[in-house]
């Protein structure tokens, strides 16, 4: 079974991702966060300790206060001396094309999903 931490600003966000990952392969441990910085304190804590690190991490990438490019950045410089490959998924209602671009200039970014985000995307992640 895999782990999956989610990064939204949005509630409501958080409880569709709850409900529709209650009906998928994908993941039966999932983390909600509020709060990029405080997952990545969690992940340098971790880092050495495979059982503790996610499989999977959900972010938004505007949110107020410290936002997914923050998280993105960071992680960048941390994600090389982790004990476990996370596979960092973008979940966000941006379409911008440049945001698009942009993310892929992080090695660890597996896909930009469109809000909102739908069963079949966690089905797709499951069997990838």
């Given at each position: 079974?895999?782990?999956?931490?989610?990064?939204?600003?949005?509630?409501?966000?958080?409880?569709?991702?709850q409900m529709t990952?209650?009906n998928s392969e994908?993941?039966?441990?999932?983390?909600?966060?509020?709060?990029?910085?405080?997952?990545?304190?969690?992940?340098?804590?971790?880092?050495?300790?495979?059982?503790?690190?996610?499989?999977?991490?959900?972010?938004?990438?505007?949110?107020?206060?410290?936002?997914?490019?923050?998280?993105?950045?960071?992680?960048?410089?941390?994600?090389?001396?982790?004990?476990?490959?996370?596979?960092?998924?973008?979940?966000?209602?941006?379409?911008?094309?440049?945001?698009?671009?942009?993310?892929?200039?992080?090695?660890?970014?597996?896909?930009?999903?469109?809000?909102?985000?739908?069963?079949?995307?966690?089905?797709?992640?499951?069997?990838?």
């Amino acid at each position: 079974m895999s782990k999956l931490v989610l990064i939204d600003d949005e509630p409501i966000f958080h409880k569709i991702v709850q409900m529709t990952i209650k009906n998928s392969e994908l993941s039966k441990e999932a983390t909600y966060s509020f709060d990029g910085e405080v997952v990545l304190d969690y992940l340098e804590e971790k880092q050495l300790e495979t059982q503790s690190l996610p499989d999977y991490i959900f972010v938004d990438l505007y949110m107020p206060m410290f936002d997914g490019w923050d998280f993105l950045n960071r992680f960048q410089r941390l994600y090389k001396s982790l004990q476990k490959n996370i596979k960092v998924y973008i979940v966000t209602s941006s379409v911008n094309p440049s945001d698009i671009d942009r993310c892929k200039l992080y090695p660890f970014v597996i896909n930009f999903i469109s809000k909102p985000i739908m069963k079949d995307v966690f089905d797709q992640i499951n069997y990838a």
